[in-house]
C-alpha cells in the first residue's frame, strides 16, 4: 500500500545525544515536511522540501536537520541544540508545488520522542 | 505573518448534538483554508477545504464556510457520533510565498454516548 512510513514509533534520548528519525514515501510525492506537534500548540513547521537536493527551513528549524538525497526520504536529526526536543513528530507529503495547491498533505503516524 | 486561530478544548458534546468549531484566520493575502482531523493514534488527514471567499467545504457530514469579511472558517456538523472523537485543526494556505501549511492549535472533540 502507498503510505507514509515513519520510524521509530517511541524513543528515548539522552540529553546531548543526536538522533535522527526516519521518514520514507512511496506516493511518489516530490514535497515532504517536518511539523513538530506539542499539546496545546498545533502543529509548527520545522522543515520541507520541495525537490531532491533542496530544502527551506521552516518556523521552528533551530536545532534541527534535515537531508533529501532521495525523492522518497527525508530524515530529520534533532541534535544536541535544540533546548526542548520532548515532542511528537510528524512527517507528511504532497505532489509539490502544483499539487499543494490542492491543501492535500499526507502524513505519516508520527514519531514521539523524549528526552530523559 | 500568517496565522490561525482556533477555539480552545476540549469541546465535549452528547451523540446526535449540533457541533461548531470556531476558526479565524489572519492573512496578508488570499488563502485556501482546510480542516484536518487526527484521530486518536493516528496521523493527521484531510476533512475539507475551500479554495476561495463564500466557498463551502464538505464532506462525512462536516461543512465549513470560507468568509472572507469576518475572516473565518468554522467547521459544523448537525449530528455528531462517537466515532467523531478525535482532534480537528484548521489551516491555510497562502497563494504566494511559503509553499507550506500554517496551522492552528487544534480542538478535541470528545462525543459521549
Known amino acids: ?116 | 505573518g500568517d496565522s490561525v486561530t482556533q477555539m480552545e478544548g476540549p469541546v465535549t458534546l452528547s451523540e446526535e448534538a449540533c457541533l461548531t468549531i470556531n476558526c479565524t484566520y489572519t492573512a496578508t493575502g488570499y488563502p485556501s483554508l482546510f480542516w484536518y482531523v487526527q484521530y486518536p493514534g493516528e496521523g493527521l488527514q484531510l476533512l475539507l477545504k475551500a479554495t476561495k471567499a463564500d466557498d463551502k467545504g464538505s464532506n462525512k457530514g462536516f461543512e465549513a464556510t470560507y468568509r472572507k469579511e469576518t475572516t473565518s472558517f468554522h467547521l459544523e456538523k448537525g449530528s455528531v457520533q462517537v466515532s467523531d472523537s478525535a482532534v480537528y485543526f484548521c489551516a491555510l494556505l497562502m497563494d504566494t510565498g511559503r509553499r507550506a501549511l500554517t496551522f492552528g492549535s487544534g480542538t478535541r472533540l470528545q462525543v459521549q454516548p
Open chain 1, 1 to 116: 500500500d502507498g503510505g507514509i512510513t515513519q520510524s521509530p514509533k517511541y524513543l528515548f534520548r539522552k540529553e546531548g545525544q543526536n538522533v535522527t528519525l526516519s521518514c520514507e514515501q512511496n506516493l511518489n510525492h516530490d514535497a515532504m515536511y517536518w511539523y513538530r506537534q506539542d499539546p496545546g500548540q498545533g502543529l509548527r513547521l520545522i522543515y520541507y522540501s520541495q525537490i531532491v537536493n533542496d530544502f527551506q527551513k521552516g518556523d521552528i528549524a533551530e536545532g534541527y536537520s534535515v537531508s533529501r538525497e532521495k525523492k522518497e526520504s527525508f530524515p530529520l536529526t534533532v541534535t544536541s541544540a535544540q533546548k526542548n526536543p520532548t515532542a511528537f513528530y510528524l512527517c507528511a507529503s504532497s505532489m509539490g508545488a502544483a499539487g499543494l495547491s490542492t491543501g492535500e498533505l499526507f502524513f505519516g503516524e508520527g514519531s514521539r520522542l523524549t528526552v530523559l
